[in-house]
C-alpha cells in the first residue's frame, strides 16, 4: 500500500468578516504561498484500528485512542470512518505539519482539516468529494470558532476565490485583472471564537446599531465583487478603508491592526483592513504590485513579525 498526500492552502478574507456569521456576504481567496500537508503512511505490520498522529508544529506524537475526542485532529479522522461506515482502518501513520500561522485569520485548522480528510479517505480507498470534504471540514471548524460561518472550509477546499453567503450554494468567480495583496501579521495571536463571542454579545445589546453595520459591511462585498468584476481595483481599495472603519465600530480591531493598516496605506497601498476575526492576527493590503514589496517593509518596521505579498487570481 502506497503513502497517500493531501494538501490545502491558507486562506484569507477580503471583505465581509464578522457580518458573514449574520448572513451578509463576504469574499476570500486561497493563499497558496503557505499550506497544510499530511501524509497517511501504512502500516502493514500493525495491529488494524490503530492509528497514530504526528504533528511536530504542535508536538504531538500519539496513538489515537490516548487523544481527547474532541481534538480536532481526532474528530476528523472519526468523522472520516462514521462517514465511510468504517470500524476498524488498517494500521497507519497520519503526520500532518502546516506553514500557515496558527489562530492569526489564514484558515490553517481549515487547511489541516481539509488536508486529512482527503489523504485518509485516499487511503481507504474511498477519496471524498469537494462537498463532503467541505462539509466535514466545517463540523470540525465548529471545534475552533464555536458558531463558524463555513466560509474557511469552504475557500480551502475549493481554492478558489468565493463569493460566500451562509448557508447558500458556494459562488466562485471570475478575476479578469489578478490583483497584489500584502498579509501583515501582528504576531499577536487571538481567538476568533472569543472575537465572534463578543460581537454576539453586543448585537444583543444594541441590536439595531450592529444589524446597520452588518448591511454596510455586506453592501461594500456586493461593490467589491463588482470591482473585482470589472477590474477597478483602486476603487477597491477606498472599499477596505471603509470596510476596516466598520470594523473598528464593531470592536474587532487593535492598536497593532490599527498601526500597520495606517502604515500600509502611509506607503501607498490603495486601501487595507484588518482580515478575520480581528484582535490581533493579519491584516491586508491592496497595492499595486510594483509596490508590494515597499508595503511589505514599511509594514515590518511598523511591527509586523511576517509579510506574505500574494497574486489573487
Ligand atoms: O479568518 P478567521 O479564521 O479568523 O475567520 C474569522 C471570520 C469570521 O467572520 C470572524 C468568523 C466566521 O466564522 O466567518
Redesign the pocket.
Known amino acids: 500500500m502506497p503513502a497517500f498526500t493531501a494538501t490545502a492552502p491558507g486562506?484569507?478574507?477580503l471583505f465581509?468578516?464578522?457580518?458573514?456569521?449574520y448572513g451578509q456576504p463576504?469574499i476570500?481567496v486561497p493563499v497558496e504561498q503557505v499550506r497544510a500537508r499530511v501524509v497517511v503512511d501504512p502500516q502493514p505490520r500493525g495491529q488494524p484500528g490503530t492509528l497514530r498522529i504526528i504533528a511536530k508544529d504542535i508536538q504531538l506524537d500519539a496513538w489515537l485512542d490516548e487523544l481527547p475526542t474532541d481534538q480536532p485532529l481526532v474528530v476528523a479522522v472519526q468523522l472520516v470512518l462514521s462517514e465511510l461506515k468504517i470500524e476498524r482502518c488498517p494500521a497507519c501513520t497520519i503526520r500532518v505539519s502546516s506553514s500557515i500561522p496558527v489562530?492569526?485569520?489564514?484558515?490553517?485548522?481549515?487547511a489541516v482539516s481539509v488536508a486529512l480528510l482527503r489523504a485518509f479517505s485516499a487511503f481507504l480507498g474511498r477519496p471524498l468529494s469537494d462537498e463532503r470534504v467541505s462539509a466535514l471540514a466545517y463540523e470540525v471548524?465548529i471545534i475552533?470558532?464555536g458558531?463558524?460561518?463555513?466560509?474557511?472550509n469552504t475557500v480551502v477546499t475549493y481554492a478558489a476565490p468565493v463569493y460566500y453567503v451562509?448557508g447558500q450554494p458556494i459562488q466562485r468567480f471570475l478575476v479578469p485583472l489578478p490583483f497584489s495583496i500584502v498579509i501583515g501579521d501582528t504576531g499577536i495571536s487571538?481567538s476568533?471564537s472569543q472575537?465572534?463571542g463578543d460581537?454576539r454579545l453586543a448585537l444583543q445589546a444594541e441590536p439595531d446599531r450592529y444589524q446597520a453595520y452588518f448591511s454596510s459591511i455586506g453592501e461594500i462585498v456586493e461593490q467589491a465583487r463588482r470591482c473585482i468584476e470589472t477590474q477597478s481595483i483602486q476603487r477597491m481599495g477606498q472599499l477596505m478603508r471603509e470596510n476596516h472603519a466598520l470594523l473598528q465600530k464593531i470592536g474587532?480591531s487593535c492598536e497593532a491592526l490599527d498601526r500597520l493598516v495606517f502604515a500600509a496605506e502611509g506607503a501607498g497601498a490603495w486601501g487595507a483592513k484588518l482580515?478575520?476575526?480581528?484582535r490581533g492576527?493579519?491584516m491586508i493590503a491592496l497595492v499595486d504590485e510594483v509596490q508590494a514589496a515597499s508595503v511589505a517593509q514599511a509594514l515590518r518596521v511598523a511591527g509586523a513579525v511576517s509579510t506574505i505579498m500574494t497574486r489573487v487570481r
Not at 482580515?275 to 480581528?278: E, F, K, Y
Open positions: 486562506k484569507i478574507i465581509g468578516e464578522h457580518a458573514v456569521v463576504a476570500a489562530a492569526s485569520g489564514l484558515g490553517s485548522g481549515a471548524e475552533h470558532h458558531t463558524p460561518s463555513g466560509i474557511d451562509k487571538s476568533t472575537s465572534v460581537v474587532v482580515s478575520g476575526g480581528g492576527g493579519n
